[in-house]
């Protein structure tokens, strides 16, 4: 079974506008992390965003924000007043803390979402 | 500073070619990682080092040799490579937590090597 999901192949945005990108996981594990990473056509994965399973609050690093909704292992990334330089492959990632003592730093990476902003 | 390097940005080889790929970070993590990526996909992970020491390969082909020389560096060494082997090949690091808040490990990315194998 898939652990990362992501559903929207691609989707384009209105410059401006905000764009909400989906995810979901599968895990049993009751401590995990959940990463959004942003790839350019130039190829380096740029860390956006971080959520641990056991925080409180949703995360938030400035234009992005994580919906976490834990119950629905979800962890949808929001862009705000989207930017042209934000059309990019976003892809979400997870780390489970059992697997870190089996089998050591091992991220999940789901399937990717191509975002191009329009002008 | 987050800055993972690596060198050469773009490499084409033949078949019975031996190059090596190189990476470097300076942030003092303990963690590196090799990933290959093809198009249109996610990154695949090849190899894990924590501590300098291999501690994950996920059943590369030896044509493929990663080396450690010291915690801020990290090399990759190809040889007798096949066309399906072009890709691009991220490394990354990381703190290298591994208890503790060990899931909030942040791996950061260099910008990559794009391998041509003719």
């Known amino acids: 079974a898939q652990k990362i999901t992501q559903t929207q192949p691609g989707m384009f945005v209105q410059e401006k506008e905000a764009v909400t990108l989906d995810c979901t996981y599968d895990?049993?594990?009751?401590?995990?992390?959940l990463f959004w990473y942003k790839q350019p056509s130039s190829g380096e994965m740029i860390f956006l965003i971080y959520?641990?399973?056991?925080?409180?609050q949703n995360a938030t690093e400035g234009r992005y924000s994580l919906n976490f909704q834990k119950a629905r292992k979800s962890a949808n990334l929001v862009i705000s007043a989207s930017q042209l330089g934000d059309s990019a492959m976003y892809f979400c990632?997870?780390?489970?803390?059992?697997?870190?003592?089996?089998?050591?730093?091992?991220?999940?990476f789901g399937g990717g979402t191509r975002v191009l902003v329009k002008p | 500073d987050t800055e993972v390097t690596q060198t050469p940005k773009h490499l084409v080889m033949g078949m019975t070619n031996k190059k090596s790929l190189k990476c470097e970070q300076h942030m003092g993590h303990r963690a590196m990682y090799w990933y290959k990526q093809k198009a249109k996909k996610p990154p695949e992970l090849m190899f894990v080092y924590s501590y300098e020491k291999l501690s994950i390969n996920e059943s590369v082909p030896s044509r493929f040799s990663p080396e450690c020389p010291n915690s801020s560096l990290l090399n990759l060494h190809l040889h007798a490579l096949q066309p399906e082997d072009s890709a691009l090949y991220l490394c990354?690091?990381?703190?290298?937590?591994?208890?503790?808040?060990?899931?909030?490990?942040?791996?950061?990315f260099g910008p990559g090597t794009r391998l041509t194998v003719l």
């Open positions: 990632a997870m780390r489970e803390g059992l697997m870190i003592k089996a089998a050591g730093n091992k991220l999940t």
């Open positions: 990354a690091s990381s703190q290298g937590r591994t208890s503790g808040r060990a899931v909030a490990d942040t791996q950061y």
């Open positions: 959520q641990g399973s056991y925080d409180q």
């Open positions: 895990t049993s594990d009751p401590s995990y992390g």
